[in-house]
């Protein structure tokens, strides 16, 4: 099993910041280079959603909800993925999940970082 340890959420005020950061401690660098990493998010009564994704090649997807306010990035030289947010808003409010894909090996996931955007 593969562990990935995730830190930076917190409460914001709207309009706010954070950087959530997601490491894979137990992995070396030239493996960590092969995942994909993304950010899922997941508010009470809903279903867990896709917020960004990078691939080992640095290609970028985000969510229609989040473009232009968040910033996925990597570092492999620390094995870690980080998600920026910016501009935060109420509706943001959610258990946020690291994921870590190795195509054609397994899918993996973070225990979850709560961001609650409040007044």
């Known amino acids: 099993q593969v562990e990935l340890v995730e830190s930076g959420g917190g409460l914001v005020q709207p309009g706010g910041s954070l950087r959530l950061s997601c490491t894979i401690p137990r992995t070396i660098t030239s493996v960590f280079w092969t995942y994909d990493m993304a950010w899922y998010r997941q508010a009470p009564g809903l279903e867990r959603e896709l917020v960004a994704l990078?691939?080992?090649?640095?290609?970028?997807t985000y969510a229609d909800s989040v473009k232009g306010r968040f910033t996925i990035s990597r570092d492999n030289s620390k094995k870690t993925a980080y998600l920026r947010m910016n501009s935060l808003k109420p509706e943001d409010t959610a258990v946020y999940y690291c994921?870590?894909?190795?195509?054609?090996?397994?899918?993996?996931w973070g225990q979850g970082t709560l961001v609650t955007v409040s007044e």
């Open positions: 994921n870590a894909e190795r195509p054609g090996v397994g899918k993996y």
């Open positions: 990078i691939t080992g090649s640095n290609s970028i």
